[in-house]
Nanobody
């Protein structure tokens, strides 16, 4: 594991969470980064990406609710999730795209 994910938890529908991804081994600013999620019922889904120069892209399922950002000083990539829904429940992991560098995953549970 070369990336460290954090920030998951239990939240009610309509609530917000912010996930963070960092690394003590890799300088993330040089790479295109992504957040993926996976639940027991669904295959792995790429929910957001951000290029090295900061251009974001989102899956249709999260467009307008999630925001990916990077802080090159802190060496982090974040995922702000607003208006969460029960179907957002999953384990979220960050990834350096096209590599096998992953975070360990952080659980997000949306439930009342």
């Amino acid at each position: 594991v070369t990336l460290e994910d954090s920030g998951g938890g239990l939240v009610q529908p309509g609530g917000s969470l912010e996930l963070s991804c960092t690394s003590s081994k890799i300088t993330l600013k040089y790479y295109k980064m992504a957040w993926f999620r996976q639940s027991p019922r669904n295959s792995r889904e790429m929910v957001a990406t951000i290029t090295a120069d900061g251009r974001p892209d989102y899956a249709d399922s999260v467009e307008g609710r999630f925001t990916i950002a990077r802080d090159n000083v802190q060496n982090t990539v974040s995922l702000k999730m607003d208006n969460l829904r029960p179907d957002d429940t999953a384990t979220y992991s960050c990834n350096i795209l096209t590599t096998n560098n992953w975070g360990q995953g952080t659980q997000v549970t949306v439930s009342s």
